[in-house]
């Protein structure tokens, strides 16, 4: 089985890259499921019901999320109603929406899908670390294809998950950064590790947005507005290859691709 993940969608010309790029993307792979990080796709923060029906049109299954969950009132709608949309796991009980899924295609085996949130320079959620496992025993109860979409900052804690999950889920991709890593490698025990996997849309930018007004607030520590960039767009993600009959992964790969016209 193939897994096809998406780094953080930042804006429209993030989700012009993935309505592009998908298609050929899944056949050219033979993905049999994509996932996407969503959490910036409106507007560069946040994601709206018609943000992710564009997302899902393009071709992906499940949409992840990250620390910017809240940034557009809407995304109650789809906390409540998208059972392909996930949140952080590590909120407390009780949040709406829901932080992992057990997807099922038709003629293919299940797959665990789990979003997790790190708590290291970024808000305070619950611990992972302790969070994680419990979820990953429930779910190996149903399968043992497991995926993580780690969305944290600290490159130490998101190895340190992964290390603790070795052997107990398939694969551990890392969003947030924004900044695609060189660290695919697969553990001892069998799992997949990248631990970023950088951010689809204008990489003409700093981490997606316009270049200038994110210079003059580290200059002035001045609030400035960050309006999303438009230059040299690009998908980023990997393809994770996974043996059904163990959920160990056999292969992963990086991918960071322009559109047709980048600029
Ligand atoms: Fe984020
Ligand atoms: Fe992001």
Excluded: C
Excluded at 21 to 44: F, K, M, T
Excluded at 64 to 80: F, Y
Excluded at 232 to 239: C, D, E, F, H, M
Aim: proline share 6%; glycine share 10%; aromatic share 6%.
């Amino acid at each position: 089985m193939k897994i096809l993940f998406i780094g953080d969608i930042v804006g429209e010309p993030g989700r012009r890259a993935v309505s592009e790029l998908l298609p050929r993307l899944r056949r050219q792979h033979g993905a049999d499921l994509v996932i996407a990080n969503g959490e910036n796709s409106a507007g560069g923060s946040g994601i709206t019901p018609k943000t992710a029906e564009e997302i899902f049109a393009a071709g992906a299954d499940i949409i992840t999320s990250g620390d910017h969950l809240w940034d557009q009132k809407e995304v109650t709608a789809l906390l409540q109603n998208e059972s392909r949309f996930l949140r952080p796991l590590n909120y407390p009980q009780g949040t709406p929406g829901q932080g992992s899924v057990v997807y099922q295609a038709s003629n293919q085996a299940p797959v665990g899908i789990i979003n997790l949130q790190g708590v290291t320079f970024m808000p305070n959620l619950e611990n992972p670390f302790v969070r994680v496992r419990a979820e990953v025993e429930r779910l190996r109860r149903k399968t043992s294809i497991i995926f993580l979409d780690f969305h944290a900052e600290a490159t130490s804690g998101k190895t340190a998950l992964a290390r603790m999950l070795d052997g107990q889920v398939s694969a551990v991709i890392g969003t947030h950064t924004h900044v695609q890593t060189a660290d695919e490698q697969i553990f001892p025990g069998g799992t997949a590790f990248l631990s970023d996997a950088g951010f689809t849309g204008p990489h003409e930018s700093v981490i997606g947005r316009e270049i200038e007004p994110v210079i003059k607030r580290f200059l002035t520590l001045q609030p400035q507005r960050f309006a999303v960039a438009t230059g040299n767009v690009k998908l980023q993600g990997a393809v994770v290859e996974i043996d059904e009959a163990t959920g160990k992964a056999l292969k992963i790969e990086r991918i960071s691709e322009p559109i047709a016209n980048p600029s």
